[in-house]
Nanobody, 118 residues
Framework: QVHVVESGGGPVQAGASLRLSCTAPGFTSNRCAMFWYRRPAGQRREYVSSLSTGGLPSYADSVKGRFTISKDKATDTVYLQMDSLKPEDAGVYFC????????????WGQGTQVTVSS
């Protein structure tokens, strides 16, 4: 049983918005950092955004100013609001916990596919 479940992807046109969700039961109580990655077709998984245990967001340069990461502690859900989408944002998006102990995991969810047409 994987510890994260991603959702919210889909096909959109360039310039549109999507909000991805990641449910990770336990990440709040275990004080995990949370990460979003993506894997473009035929490429390696790459870092997109993260939220530290203290709530500090970080972003890859390619998405800075367009994507926003946030969390809902009550539901152990992390969101990635993606605005002004570009074709190069397409790929499978994954979330992952990070940190120490329970937070440091090797298993990945199935991800959610984002397709952006020009």
């Amino acid at each position: 049983q994987v510890h994260v479940v991603e959702s919210g992807g889909g096909p959109v046109q360039a310039g549109a918005s999507l909000r991805l969700s990641c449910t990770a039961p336990g990440f709040t109580s275990n004080r995990c950092a949370m990460f979003w990655y993506r894997r473009p077709a035929g490429q390696r998984r790459e870092y997109v955004s993260s939220l530290s245990t203290g709530g500090l967001p970080s972003y890859a340069d390619s998405v800075k100013g367009r994507f926003t990461i946030s969390k809902d502690k009550a539901t152990d859900t992390v969101y990635l609001q993606m605005d002004s989408l570009k074709p190069e944002d397409a790929g499978v998006y994954f979330c992952q916990t990070g940190g120490d102990g329970w937070c440091l995991r090797n298993d990945w969810g199935q991800g959610t596919q984002v397709t952006v047409s020009s």
